[in-house]
């Protein structure tokens, strides 16, 4: 799933949710911590291990009413107690008013042993241009190709700029080949490299394209550190803990 927004950003592009990504690549660390959400109705979604049984997503990947597991893996765990960020808006796209677009999910079971918590993001500050990030997510590798989305990929980006003082947007230079994320990638990872470990930095929350395109030019995510309280209040809620 990817949201479909009209945020100011510097480029006459269609916004959506975000699905698999486009220009990514397979492999790398990110494995260790990334999920796959997979509900009942067939949608797919992707999300982040932040504690053994927590997993945190787009807020829009859960706004049904329906039946949501967790892929971590190679296994399927039930989706069991769900926290919306409490100030998430449905028609943030549609009133240009940026919301959290975050959700913590609590698992019926841990995850396995090979599928580790990602460390949190601490710094509350907006990012400054050109801060590399590493996105990683399950979905597809151009709009329509429905037969990419289960396989996880990753891509890196520079930060281009932040919308509404909470998320930041990702892009490569106008003229580069498309890159970013696309249907499927709706709650996935953007991480950066800290002291040799992924660290969570952000959650993918929507994506734009080119000419008319809804995907693989800039991705916007929700930042981490600015809703960190929430994040560690929820966890303690679902008697659990984060990093």
């Not at 960020?85 to 042993?113: C, G, I, N, Q, W």
């Not at 050109?130 to 990683?136: F, V």
């Not at 190709?145 to 230079?173: D, E, F, K, W, Y």
């Not at 498309?178 to 929507?206: K, M, N, Q, T």
Request: proline letters at 5%.
């Amino acid at each position: 799933m990817l949201r479909f927004v009209f945020l100011l950003v510097v480029c006459a592009a269609a916004i959506s949710p975000a699905g698999a990504i486009v220009g990514g690549n397979v492999g790398g660390n990110a494995w260790r911590h990334s999920v796959m959400l997979t509900s009942r109705g067939g949608e797919i979604c992707s999300g982040t291990l932040i504690a053994r049984d927590l997993v945190i997503t787009a807020a829009h990947c859960v706004a049904k009413s329906d039946s949501y597991a967790v892929e971590a893996g190679g296994t399927s765990i039930a989706v069991v107690q769900i926290a919306v960020h409490p100030r998430y808006r449905a028609d943030s796209f549609e009133t240009r008013k940026p919301s959290p677009d975050l959700a913590v999910l609590k698992l019926a079971s841990p995850a396995p042993a090979n599928i580790r918590p990602a460390p949190l993001a601490k710094d509350a500050t907006l990012p400054a241009r050109n801060t590399r990030y590493l996105i990683a997510g399950f979905g597809v590798v151009a709009e329509g190709n429905r037969g990419s989305v289960g396989t996880l990929r990753t891509a890196q980006l520079p930060s281009v700029g932040t919308t509404g003082a909470i998320m930041v947007r990702l892009a490569l230079s106008n003229g580069s080949p498309p890159r970013g994320s696309c249907d499927g990638d709706s709650g996935g990872s953007v991480y950066r490299e800290e002291d040799g470990r992924l660290v969570l930095h952000a959650v993918i929350g929507w994506a734009t394209g080119r000419t008319g395109k809804g995907c693989g030019a800039v991705t916007g995510a929700t930042l981490i550190g600015i809703q960190l309280e929430w994040i560690r209040a929820t966890a303690k809620r679902f008697h659990s803990t984060v990093d």
